[in-house]
């Protein structure tokens, strides 16, 4: 089980690292911004990773031999809590399974009905309502999510979830000094190697000594000069032939790539495939990670996915298109998306 569980992390962490940044866009604050595609990053990897190891009682030796579906396995939480509304363990159950599934809206539910059960009284509940409401809107990180940190932090010290979002929180509100003491503390305890490196990227962001694992150890790349920006006017469609199976509610997903680079994309958008055909700006505003902007990569592939399961990793059946583009270079690009992941 640990070793199934880690595996599936570090898969979470490369491809939910640029999921949720392009639904908080926060115009007029680039530092925040930034924070919050690293904080997106990170984030999602460790709710599904800590809370359901917490809170879920599964049994995977069951699961391996029956293969329950992804439905199942929530109908089956959502049929234990609609039994016992008033069970706070059985909420918790539900919240992290839909977590696990990225349904953070209705994580959030689950999570906020916890916490009133508890009469608002379990710290440790409300850092989980806090983690499942910053993944469906970020912009609560310093809003209604702030005082629920806080109050975790203050029950846990050394919980690694609420080390990482009481760091962000404090990045947010311009405290550089104890974002970072908060994120050297989560180091200390040795996360798997993708976090601690996303960690000492944003221990750097804020201020700190740390190497940029993207450059081999060099210091993070300062911002590109307004000159050598990337800026990309999309536009995206549908060959004809495809059109009838792209369902209107779901996901479509734009990432610029390096070929040359693994790790997230150096730009990421999500969209809705109603929308297509779609005209938009893909630019160096939408980098995933500080100083990993599409100025900074030595070749770009330019991709349109439309998600059928609604996950930013590519599945069988997902359709998509692409197109080169220049580093340094702005200008238009059409791409069709006319082809199926195999």
Request: aromatic fraction near 6%; glycine fraction near 10%; hydrophobic fraction near 45%.
């Amino acid at each position: 089980m640990i070793k199934f569980t880690f595996l599936a992390f570090l898969l979470a962490v490369v491809g939910v690292a640029w999921l949720c940044w392009p639904l908080v866009r926060q115009k007029g604050s680039e530092a925040r911004s930034l924070l919050s595609i690293v904080g997106a990053a990170v984030l999602v990897p460790m709710l599904a990773f800590g809370t359901y190891l917490g809170a879920s009682n599964w049994d995977w030796t069951a699961a391996a031999a029956t293969g329950p579906s992804v439905q199942e396995q929530l109908a089956s939480l959502e049929e234990a809590a609609d039994a016992s509304p008033g069970n706070v363990d059985a909420l918790l159950q539900l919240g992290a399974g839909y977590a696990s599934f990225g349904r953070w809206n209705e994580a959030t539910e689950a999570y906020r009905k916890a916490w009133d059960q508890t009469g608002r009284q379990n710290p440790l509940v409300g850092l989980e309502l806090a983690m499942a409401m910053t993944n469906a809107n970020p912009a609560s990180l310093d809003g209604e999510a702030a005082p629920l940190i806080e109050g975790g932090l203050a029950a846990q010290p050394d919980l690694p979830k609420a080390l990482w979002l009481g760091g962000l929180l404090a990045a947010r509100r311009g405290n550089a000094d104890l974002a970072r003491e908060r994120w050297q503390r989560l180091l200390a305890l040795n996360p798997p190697p993708e976090v601690a490196q996303l960690l000492e990227q944003s221990i750097a962001q804020v201020g700190g000594v740390s190497a940029d694992v993207t450059t081999g150890g060099a210091e993070p790349q300062a911002a590109t000069e307004e000159g050598s920006r990337t800026l990309v006017e999309l536009t995206v469609t549908v060959a004809p032939g495809l059109k009838a199976q792209v369902p209107a509610g779901a996901a479509l997903f734009l990432a610029a790539r390096d070929p040359t680079q693994p790790g997230p994309p150096f730009a990421a958008q999500r969209h809705m495939a109603n929308e297509l055909p779609l005209e938009v700006q893909l630019s160096d505003a939408d980098a995933m990670l500080p100083g990993r902007t599409m100025s900074s990569a030595q070749q770009l592939t330019i991709i349109a996915r439309v998600s059928l399961s609604g996950q930013p990793v590519a599945a069988s059946g997902d359709l998509f298109g692409e197109a080169s583009w220049q580093p340094g270079k702005s200008g238009k690009l059409s791409i069709v998306i006319d082809r199926k992941v195999p």
